[in-house]
């Protein structure tokens, strides 16, 4: 009797548990359950891009699939784009600029570079980018011209100062403000104001700067040749590293680095000016913000924490004059630079902005792409692998290792905390696509 009542109870418990497994199972787990080893455990198999990914930034069906309204019969006149800075930034403010010129009914001329002062050189939108092609994208956005009317090009245009902020809440009113200009000079060059609101943009104008930006710039045939010799020439699988140290930035940054060797002071006291480091509380205050560039050495021991191996293969996407690089090539020893896989005299006699573009190039086309510095260059790149399907695109956090560091934070704790800040972020996708162009698809 207390036989056959047992067996039954028994299988109803086997049962039972059996569904209990199975439903842990084959259920999805959440982001982060898989990675409680710690980043420093020899049994550790996951890196950063193990991470299940739950939202990704793909490109605006309004922006790809909508309905253009079509271009008006008459413009409103002609609008220059005058470019400053490094080639990222212009690139930026050149897109801003389409998407001005469509806003505001205009015909776009091609861009003026101003980069001497910058790279001490003289090369300029047409020594970059495919012109042919840019315009043949742009067909339907926004009309571009090569060349003017002869009764407009014999004269420079009307200069309109975007530099100052108008309205309540500082934003520029390009409407408001450039179009009376516009139409009363008929060819005017402006700078796109850092302040502008491309919010209330419609739709057709917003269209227009995310064709150009993502779809229509494409760089010259030598420097698509050049950019995939280099590719060719890098060890597979790499990761690019956008390392932003240079003694000017860390001078703009106006941060103490007490632990730099002299040369590295040297070079940044040189270059410093008027921008003199924070002292006291306020730069402790200042460093917690994430205002400060991250040392090669802080890079690779995030780098650590995110569980990427010592023996990666690294493309150093990055100018010249890197301070402090042995605390990088120290640890990941398989490391890459332009000016060591190309030594051809076309590439010697590159100027900055050229090389420049073959660090984009590479940086589009990696497998992985890790930035030190969320700058023009990381977003554009990040959007660009964004439209490109290519999801291993990692930003390190400044703010959260100053804030870690600041609590006394080091060794393993500080590496689990990282890894859990950064692998949050990439789980959510957070900041890897610029939002004008691109709208969040959850996986």
């Known amino acids: 009797m207390i036989a056959f009542t047992v067996k039954p109870l028994f299988s109803i418990v086997v049962l039972t548990l059996t569904l209990v497994v199975a439903t842990f199972l084959i259920s999805p787990p959440s982001p982060f359950s898989q990675f409680s080893l710690s980043p420093t455990s020899p049994s550790r198999k996951f890196d950063i891009w193990s991470v299940r990914r739950l939202v990704e930034w793909r490109p605006c069906k309004w922006w790809l699939d909508g309905d253009l309204t079509a271009l008006p019969a008459k413009n409103n006149g002609y609008i220059r784009v005058d470019c400053y800075g490094g080639l990222n930034q212009m690139r930026r403010d050149f897109c801003d600029g389409v998407g001005i010129a469509r806003l505001l009914n205009a015909t776009l001329v091609l861009p003026k570079f101003e980069v001497a002062a910058y790279w001490n050189e003289s090369s300029g939108f047409a020594d970059v980018f495919d012109v042919d092609y840019f315009i043949q994208q742009m067909d339907g956005y926004v009309k571009v011209v090569k060349d003017l009317p002869p009764e407009i090009a014999s004269r420079e245009p009307f200069r309109v100062d975007t530099s100052k902020r108008k309205g309540r809440k500082g934003q520029f009113d390009y409407i408001e403000s450039i179009l009376p200009s516009l139409l009363e000079h008929h060819y005017i060059s402006i700078t796109p104001a850092m302040s502008q609101r491309r919010d209330r943009y419609p739709l057709y104008a917003k269209a227009a ?235």
């Open 209 to 443: 700067l995310c064709q150009a930006c993502y779809n229509a710039l494409r760089l010259t045939k030598v420097l698509e040749e050049k950019g995939a010799e280099l590719l060719q020439a890098i060890p597979k699988p790499f990761l690019s590293l956008h390392l932003r140290f240079e003694p000017d930035m860390v001078a703009y940054s106006q941060c103490q680095y007490p632990s730099l060797s002299p040369a590295s002071l040297e070079s940044v006291d040189a270059v410093r000016g008027d921008r003199k480091p924070w002292a006291g509380e306020m730069a402790t205050i200042w460093r917690n913000r994430g205002k400060c560039p991250l040392t090669p050495s802080e890079t690779a021991f995030i780098l650590q924490a995110l569980s990427i191996p010592t023996d990666t293969n690294i493309y150093l996407a990055a100018g010249d004059g890197l301070m402090e690089i042995e605390g990088l090539t120290s640890i990941y020893t398989n490391v890459f630079t332009k000016s060591s896989l190309l030594s051809g005299e076309d590439f010697t006699s590159m100027h900055g902005n050229t090389k420049a573009a073959l660090d984009y190039y590479v940086s589009i086309n990696s497998d992985s792409y890790i930035a030190t510095y969320f700058g023009n260059m990381d977003k554009m790149v990040a959007a660009m692998r964004a439209f490109n399907r290519m999801s291993k695109t990692v930003f390190l956090s400044r703010r959260a290792f100053a804030e870690f560091t600041s609590q006394g934070l080091k060794g393993k704790e500080l590496m689990e905390a990282l890894w859990k800040v950064h692998g949050d972020d990439f789980g959510m996708g957070r900041g890897y696509a610029l939002p004008d162009c691109f709208c969040e698809f959850k996986l």
